[in-house]
């Protein structure tokens, strides 16, 4: 199953971006829940969790992220957003999101923070 992450991009330190990541319907209607979840992976260093959001809404977020980063999720879409505020260049990282049931993975999307 493929995940498609878009939305990626250049963006200066101190700006916002929102990442998308559109998933197939048998994740959003096969599946009666779902933890749909954005990683992210930066130049020369191992993927980390990002935070996660249920079918029902739920969110958790990796310490780094909580307060920055917002998930939400439109199911009508099938569709999961990572909003991300206030970037910093530490935040250049290619960003996946994931399906944790089915174990579906995007291509992941860059985002390039520049100072």
């Known amino acids: 199953v493929q995940l498609q992450a878009s939305g990626g991009g250049l963006v200066q330190a101190g700006g916002s971006l929102r990442l998308s990541c559109q998933a197939p319907r048998s994740i959003f209607s096969t599946y009666v829940t779902y933890v749909m979840a954005w990683h992210r992976q930066a130049p020369g260093k191992q993927r980390e969790w990002v935070g996660d959001?249920?079918?029902?809404?739920?969110?958790t977020y990796a310490d780094f992220a909580r307060g920055q980063s917002s998930i939400s999720r439109d199911n009508s879409k099938k569709t999961v957003y990572l909003q991300m505020n206030s970037l910093k260049v530490e935040d250049t990282a290619v960003y996946y999101c994931?399906?944790?049931?089915?174990?579906?993975w995007g291509k992941g999307t860059l985002v390039t923070v520049s100072s």
């Open positions: 994931h399906e944790w049931g089915s174990d579906s």
């Open positions: 959001v249920t079918s029902g809404g739920g969110t």
